[in-house]
């Protein structure tokens, strides 16, 4: 099983990044998808997740209208990132969950509910 994610970078503030990441030897079945990022100092927190359907998407209060994830049936996620802030800085990391819905217990971001992780892409928003 392998997470694969790439499109970090370098940007200026009130840019945009498009991050991808592609889950395969996964098997069939259903399976959520999210995106968790790290900045330097700090814990690592859930930035969005989108269930197994793709019907149900969520995210955290400081990204919401500015992000959008989506999947496709070839097991692929993207993290459209819009108006990049300064403080969007981190390291981005995907997660695989072999569940119908995000997380665990109703919790969209809990690390239970995530079966697989990928390896991080750096985002830097700078100018």
């Known amino acids: 099983f392998q997470l694969q994610a790439s499109g970090g970078g370098l940007v200026q503030p009130g840019g945009s990044l498009r991050l991808s990441c592609q889950l395969s030897g996964f098997g069939s079945g259903y399976y959520s998808m999210g995106w968790f990022r790290q900045a330097p100092g700090k814990e690592r927190e859930g930035v969005s997740c989108?269930?197994?359907?793709?019907?149900?998407t969520y995210y955290v209060d400081s990204v919401k209208g500015r992000f959008a994830i989506s999947k496709d049936i070839r097991k692929t996620v993207w993290l459209q990132m819009n108006s990049l802030e300064p403080e969007d800085t981190a390291v981005y990391y995907c997660?695989?969950?072999?569940?119908?819905?995000?997380?665990?217990?109703?919790?969209?971001?809990?690390?239970?509910?995530?079966?697989?992780w990928g390896q991080g892409t750096q985002v830097t928003v700078s100018s």
């Open positions: 997660a695989a969950g072999r569940r119908r819905d995000c997380g665990y217990n109703g919790d969209y971001f809990d690390d239970r509910g995530y079966d697989l």
């Open positions: 989108i269930s197994a359907t793709g019907g149900a």
